[in-house]
């Protein structure tokens, strides 16, 4: 476990989740979830500290991704709380409405937040997502079908994609 204080003098604690597709590095103040990288991400924010057990939002967070990894959970129920612009915001908050197992274009998810022509704008607030698949930014692809990008690796969202589309059969 890292603590680390922000420029507000918040507390935050990261750890690292091993999933069975990689490690994941959880972020959380004392009331929410504040983060969720990967471990190909060039962003994450602390050292690469390992714990495995002593505080309550981990142990909530462990058991969910557990549950999401074993396909038993579809959706997180975890208290979030995230930064970004209002643009960014705005485009974090309609990822959480994809339906687990379907995607969406950068287009389309652009079209929904009422940018039209904004999604190339989309697309960049997506890769900046603080909370991987708890926000699902791995349901937007491009609008020919191809995977698009993303920010842990598209080995990582093929596998992601593939969870959720086996437990949709």
């Given amino acids: 476990m890292t ?26 103040s004392q009331k929410a979830l504040t983060g969720v990288f990967l471990e190909k991400q060039g962003n994450i924010p602390l050292n690469n500290d390992k714990v495995i ?3 309550p939002l981990f142990n909530q967070a462990v058991k969910e991704f557990e549950e999401y990894f074993s396909k038993k959970r579809k959706k997180f129920s975890l208290p979030l709380d995230f930064s970004g612009t209002d643009f960014q915001k705005k485009v974090w908050l309609e990822l959480q ?20 022509k904004a999604y190339r704008a989309v697309g960049s607030a997506n890769g900046k ?10 349901r937007v692809i491009s609008a020919d079908g191809s995977l698009g990008g993303y920010s842990g690796g598209l080995d990582w969202k093929r596998k992601l994609l593939a969870l959720e589309n086996e437990m949709i059969k």
């Fill in 129 to 138: 997502n603080p909370l991987c698949i708890v926000i699902p930014c791995h």
């Fill in 97 to 116: 409405k994809i339906p687990f197992g379907k995607t969406l274009s950068y287009k389309e998810l652009a079209i929904k937040i009422n940018h039209r």
């Fill in 3 to 28: 603590t680390y204080k922000n420029d507000t003098a918040n507390e935050f604690k990261q750890f690292q989740y091993q999933s069975p597709i990689g490690a994941i590095f959880l972020v959380f």
């Fill in 53 to 55: 057990n002593g505080f």
